[in-house]
């Protein structure tokens, strides 16, 4: 059974840092694709960024030059460094991992709570 399990999240101050991570375990398939997407209350959930096999990426654009999507493929694993976060960053992330097959499949972690507050 396939399983993601993200880490990481926590309480920080506006203009704080942090890393999340998120690790893949009971694959035999690397997937085709991982990326982070993240739901505040009472919205819906959005694409934070995503991260390709071969390394491509796209970001959305609220968080573009402050966080940062990077996968170790050899350990099924992608991470999210988010810099100079602000109060509007504060969701739940979601880990996704895409694997290609005749359909998409999609794999979903358990979410990790960000909240950034003074």
């Known amino acids: 059974q396939v399983q993601l399990v993200e880490s990481g999240g926590g309480l920080v101050q506006p203009g704080g840092s942090l890393r999340l991570s998120c690790a893949a375990s009971?694959?035999?398939?690397?997937?085709?694709?991982m990326g982070w997407y993240r739901q505040a209350p009472g919205k819906e959930r959005e694409l934070v960024a995503r991260?390709?096999?071969?390394?491509?990426?796209n970001y959305a654009d609220s968080v573009k030059g402050r966080f940062t999507i990077s996968r170790d493929n050899a350990k099924n694993t992608v991470y999210l460094q988010m810099n100079s976060l602000k109060p509007e960053d504060t969701a739940v992330y979601y880990c996704?991992?895409?694997?290609?097959?005749?359909?998409?499949?999609?794999?979903w972690g358990q979410g990790t709570q960000v909240t950034v507050s003074s």
């Open positions: 996704r991992g895409s694997y290609y097959t005749r359909q998409i499949l999609y794999y």
């Open positions: 009971g694959s035999s398939f690397s997937f085709n694709a």
């Open positions: 991260i390709t096999s071969d390394g491509s990426q």
